[in-house]
Nanobody, 120 residues
């Protein structure tokens, strides 16, 4: 599976962005899709994941109620709508495929990352 993330950029605190991750190479619908992020000097952390039917999971400590994950199986694309952005959301965001719907799951495939910068 090849994953291509897009949609990152510079936004002011309180603003929003929508990330997209396009998948190719395998049957997209079979995969749990996840979003992770890595801030400068920090470890990569789980953000959200979604299974084929739309059931989703969020990191409750950081993004719940502000971020929404969704997927369009016809377009082989998963999205992350990020609202009420905070400076601490600044990170490189990665999409991943092939895990389980579990916050501690490992994933088999990774995209290249897209940078989100939130200014205060």
């Amino acid at each position: 599976v090849q994953l291509q993330a897009s949609g990152g950029g510079l936004v002011q605190a309180g603003g929003f962005l929508r990330l997209a991750c396009a998948a190719s190479g395998q049957t997209f619908i079979n995969y749990v899709m996840g979003w992770f992020r890595q801030a400068p000097g920090k470890e990569r952390e789980f953000v959200s994941a979604i299974n084929w039917s739309g059931r989703s999971l969020y990191n409750p400590d950081s993004v719940k109620d502000r971020f929404t994950i969704s997927r369009d199986n016809a377009k082989n694309t998963v999205y992350l709508q990020m609202n009420s952005l905070r400076p601490e959301d600044t990170a490189v965001y990665y999409c991943a495929a092939g895990g389980l719907l579990d916050i501690n799951s490992r994933y088999n495939y990774w995209g290249q990352g897209t940078l989100v910068t939130v200014s205060s």
